[in-house]
Every structure is written in C-alpha cells, then in structure tokens.
C-alpha cells in the first residue's frame, strides 16, 4: 500500500491539523510502504536554519516513521519550496523533483504539486519563475531570519488577497497543459496537489484513456490517496476530537 497527500499548510496556528497529521503517521502510514507528501506540507518554510520547536517536532515525527520502515517522499509545493537537503535527512525523507514518475501498481504514475499546471494564471506563473530560480533560491537562502520572515508574510498575504480576486478557471489546472504534460512523460496517471479541489477526473489521451487524481487539502478534514491491488482510492476522513481535559 502507498499513499499520497498534499497541501496540510501545517502551522502553530491549526493545531487541529497538526493533532491530525500525528496521529496518521502513528496510525495508518505505518502500515504503508511508502507515503508520498506532494506540496504544501508546511503553510511557510523560510529555510531548514530557522526550524523553530513546531517544525522541529513534525521532522522528529516523520523520522519515527520512516525509521519504522515506511519510506518518505517530500516534493515543494508553493508555500514551502525552500525546504531542503538537511530537513529532509533529519526526517528521514527523500526529496522529490517536481515533476517526479514512479511507479505505482505497475505502471509509470506523473507526480507533481500541481501550480506549475495554473498556466493561466500568467502573474502566479512569472512570480514562480523568479521564485524558483537558482539565483534567486541562493539569494533567499542567504537573507537574514528577519528579512526572510518579513518576506514571507508580505507574499503569504498577497497570495491570499490575489486569489479571492481571480476567477475560478484562473487558479485551476489548464486542460490543455494536463495533456501536454501527461503526453510528454508517456504515463495515464497524473496524481497533484494545489487546487484543494479534490476529484478523480477521466481524460482522453489520443485513444487511450487515462485519468487525473487531484488531492485535497487538509482543513476541516483530512484526504488521502490509496495506492494499493484495488486500484488508486481518494477519500477524506475526519479529524479525531481533542483529548477531554481532565475535570477539576
């Protein structure tokens, strides 16, 4: 069995989400052989020198699991695509290629974060490319703590004002790139992340059929992606209730 999740924005401030996450790694992902995290793991990743106590306790957690044999895949998304090498040997995680192929139940299966597929979304997609450039990630890397947190929330805050303002078609996928894409690394099966629009949707590749597997997002619940002799399940599950606190 493999599974696959994306965009948990992890964050001091849900600790809902946190309680959640912990309690999969600890239940269900150690029976797998191997769990996939496509994007957007952290809300804001400033660089693997500024882990504070929270992001230190979720490395230590994906270490259990992947000292528990449970293989570990990480892959930027938007949010967190200066996490690098030293977190993920800390967490016992292989850092992923955006786009990666892999195999899963015999056949190749195109994993991504899925931004790079908003092609009409042409401000996001110049902002990325800057964002993602070498020199740029060297420059960022190298800020002061303090410059860095500025600049994260500067971006964080007008991410979020510009996407309440774009249409729907413009912050989703482009039908056209989700082909091209899938044609390019020869494979019927794209898995992404992103959109926090959940779905498994049938596409046509010339006259084969093949088919797109959108993730969700974690926030009033979970979703996850099942990767077993069935075939690919999504679902989403709810989040546990807090422990009672004791009475007085």
Known sequence: MILLISDLHLEEERPDITRAFLDFLAGRARSAQALYILGDFFEVWIGDDAMPPFQRSICAALRALSDSGTQVFLMHGNRDFLLGKAFCKAAGATLLKDPSVVRMNDEPVLLMHGDSLCTRDEAYMR?????????????????????????????????????????NDIVDVTPDEVVQVMQQHGVQTLIHGHT????????QLGAQAA???VLGDWD?????????????QLAAFDFKPPPALPQA
């Not at 190298?142 to 303002?165: F, N, V």
């Not at 009033?220 to 690919?232: K, M, N, P, S």
Request: hydrophobic share 35%.
């Open 127 to 167: 902002l990325r490319r800057y964002l993602r450039n070498p020199i740029t990630l060297f420059i960022l890397r190298h800020l002061p703590l303090r410059t860095r947190h500025k600049l994260a929330r500067k971006l964080r805050s007008e991410s979020r004002a510009q996407t309440r303002m774009k249409a």
């Open 196 to 203: 926090h629009r959940p779905a498994i949707h049938k596409l």
């Open 211 to 213: 088919k797109r597997i």
């Open 220 to 232: 009033r619940q979970g979703w996850a992606l099942q990767v077993d002799e069935q075939g690919f």
